[in-house]
């Protein structure tokens, strides 16, 4: 009886052990590729109409099925979109005040730009290093810290 139950134990504490050292998901994020696109409460185009998010929103995937995707935007609520009105470029939001573009990844390199809150930048890439590569729609380009974004 000892043998089996130090047995199990011996199981789940390699199973947790496994889960631990699994790398952690890293979260999915898309933007809106619609000049308009209706958010609903549940996957159907017949169910409630809850929001209208425009063009290059940032948001982030939840799941996906059949259609339609489960998503989660920068104020942290939850919604449904129709999956074909989601593309493939990457986004992000200045989440703070007033988040400052780079000429490096440093902090005491000179400055590009300031952006106010809410202002959509594209991603261009992720440095691993807390920072990411952006440029504005009017064509400044840099780097921004990772704390000042939202949706990577």
């Not at 989601?86 to 992000?92: H, I, Y």
Request: a positive charge.
């Amino acid at each position: 009886m000892t043998f089996a139950i130090c047995n199990r134990l011996a199981w789940k504490c390699a199973a947790l052990m496994l889960v631990a050292a699994a790398p952690a998901h890293a979260a999915d994020f898309r933007s809106v590729s619609e000049n308009v696109a209706v958010l609903y409460d549940a996957p159907s185009v017949k169910s409630k109409k809850l929001y209208l998010m425009g063009r290059d929103y940032p948001v982030e995937v939840v799941v996906a099925v059949e259609g339609w995707t489960k998503i989660r935007d920068a104020g942290g609520e939850l919604s449904w979109i129709e999956t074909k009105s989601l593309g493939e470029r990457r986004t992000v939001m200045i989440k703070v005040k007033r988040g400052e573009v780079r000429q490096t990844a440093a902090d005491n390199a000179p400055l590009v730009v300031q952006v106010e809150q809410n202002v959509l930048l594209n991603l261009v890439d992720l440095t691993g290093t807390g920072w990411a590569r952006v440029t504005h729609r009017d064509g400044q380009s840099g780097y921004i810290r990772l704390n000042q974004i939202w949706g990577v």
